[in-house]
T-cell receptor
Framework: NAGVTQTPKFQVLKTGQSMTLQCAQD?????MYWYRQDPGMGLRLIYY???????DKGEVPNGYNVSRLNKREFSLRLESAAPSQTSVYFC?????????????FGPGTRLTVL | GDSVTQMEGPVTLSEEAFLTINCTYT??????LFWYVQYPGEGLQLLLK?????DKGSNKGFEATYRKETTSFHLEKGSVQVSDSAVYFC????????????FGDGTTLTVKP
């Protein structure tokens, strides 16, 4: 039981390049989330998916797209990377759709955009 | 909208000192409250939670009580260890916001031997 896994762990991009961050969970959770973490700013929600086949914007969606490929997988795509997207990205999942349940986090992807 | 305000850090303590990290919140309805911990280079993991007023969450010597009258959920530990050095996040989540959570900015704790 691996929990939430993310790939890659580290990535360096040049401005304008594209990439996809992968996330998978093996806990049969309905809800999945993408956050970014910047120094002094806590966690900010980028996109979330309350169930397979649905996605919604969070607090900071500009410059990102997501795909809920199936119940297990939720990917985050940067179409044209910018230095402002340098951050640590976390994927999380939660059983059901209630915010009363805890979230389970992946180990993070550390992205640098030059 | 919902919000969480955490005590600003960083916090530096000596081993065996008493720890308090303050957390207050603003929310509609009756949210659940959480403390998550993030060790260096890792993702967040749940430390403890409380789902209704006057509930006390506890784990690994840490405690926090859900105080509805003061809208607070302060984290405490009687005797910290070097291994408690981490970033601590207060968060809330409720059934009416599509499962989204609101996080505080995090408080960095360093415990020195």
């Amino acid at each position: 039981n691996a929990g939430v896994t993310q790939t890659p762990k580290f990535q360096v991009l040049k401005t304008g390049q594209s990439m996809t961050l992968q996330c998978a969970q093996d806990m049969n959770h309905n809800s999945m989330y993408w956050y970014r973490q910047d120094p002094g700013m806590g966690l900010r929600l980028i996109y979330y998916s309350a169930s397979e086949g649905t996605t919604d914007k969070g607090e900071v969606p500009n410059g990102y797209n997501v795909s809920r490929l199936n119940k297990r997988e939720f990917s985050l795509r940067l179409e044209s990377a910018a230095p402002s997207q340098t951050s640590v990205y976390f994927c999380a999942s939660r059983a059901g759709t209630s915010g009363s349940n805890e979230q389970f986090f992946g180990p993070g992807t550390r992205l640098t955009v030059l | 909208g919902d919000s969480v305000t955490q005590m600003e850090g960083p916090v530096t303590l000596s081993e065996e000192a008493f720890l308090t990290i303050n957390c207050t919140y603003t929310a509609t309805g009756y949210p659940s409250l959480f403390w998550y911990v993030q060790y260096p280079g890792e993702g967040l993991q749940l430390l403890l939670k409380a789902t209704k007023a006057d509930d006390k969450g506890s784990n690994k010597g840490f405690e926090a009580t859900y105080r509805k009258e003061t809208t607070s959920f302060h984290l405490e530990k009687g005797s910290v260890q070097v291994s408690d050095s981490a970033v601590y996040f207060c968060a809330l989540g409720g059934p009416t916001n599509a499962g989204k959570s609101t996080f505080g900015d995090g408080t960095t704790l360093t415990v020195k031997p």
